[in-house]
Structures are given as structure tokens and as C-alpha cells.
């Protein structure tokens, strides 16, 4: 059974990094279409970015464009997510995800779920 684990997640000021990783285990995911979640309190789970399973293509929600970057890492069957300016409003669980293509994944049509790590931006 293959599973997704996220890491990276934290607590900092705005303006701030982090670092998310997303391994997967039990099988590889590298075929898969690849991306990132989130969840802010009271708001409903929202796509973030994803990244095509050739890495050639990648889509960016408009508020994060410029700031976040997302890269794979096939030696390590690992997706990570760089993060720079940080804002308050990226407070957030953020949730790896994988689908079976880049359309699907943006629709929400998701194969698997990590199960979250907390992102917390402090002003």
C-alpha cells in the first residue's frame, strides 16, 4: 500500500522559508502527477501547485506564483515544496497529493493523500 508523508512543516516569521517534502512509500510515484494542498481554518481545502509526472509542467495558484517552487526528486520517489516570502495567509495544513494526470489533480481528482502537515506564518 503506498502512502505519502509530508515533512517540513513549522512555525515562522513572515518573510520567512520552509521547505516541504513529500516521500512516498510502498511504491513509487513517479508516474503520478504531483501536488500540494491546502487547508486554512474555516476554509475549504484548496489547490496550491502541481507538477506533471515528466516535471515538464507545473501550475501555481495565482497567490503563490513567484514565491513557491515545486520539484521532484525521482531518486527519492519525493516531491518537495519551496516556499519563500511567507505570508500569514499561507497559514495552513498543507496536504501532498498525487493523481493521475495535471487536469485531474487540479479538479480534485486525487489517488492518494498525505496526511498533512501544519504550516503556521506568524506576522
Known amino acids: 500500500q503506498v502512502q505519502l508523508v509530508e515533512s517540513g512543516g513549522g512555525l515562522v516569521q513572515a518573510g520567512g522559508s520552509l521547505r516541504l517534502s513529500c516521500s512516498a512509500s510502498?511504491?513509487?510515484?513517479?508516474?503520478?502527477?504531483m501536488g500540494w494542498f491546502r487547508q486554512a481554518p474555516g476554509k475549504e481545502r484548496e489547490f496550491v501547485v502541481g507538477?506533471?509526472?515528466?516535471?515538464?509542467?507545473?501550475s501555481y495558484t495565482d497567490s503563490v506564483k513567484g514565491r513557491f517552487t515545486i520539484s521532484r526528486e525521482y531518486a527519492e520517489n519525493a516531491v518537495h515544496l519551496q516556499m519563500n516570502s511567507l505570508k500569514p495567509d499561507d497559514t495552513a495544513v498543507y496536504y501532498c497529493?498525487?493523481?493521475?494526470?495535471?487536469?485531474?489533480?487540479?479538479?480534485?481528482?486525487?489517488?492518494?493523500w498525505g496526511q498533512g502537515t501544519q504550516v503556521t506564518v506568524s506576522s
Open positions: 510502498g511504491r513509487t510515484t513517479n508516474r503520478y502527477a
Open positions: 507538477i506533471s509526472w515528466s516535471a515538464e509542467v507545473t
Open positions: 497529493a498525487a493523481g493521475l494526470a495535471m487536469s485531474g489533480l487540479q479538479n480534485g481528482a486525487i489517488v492518494l
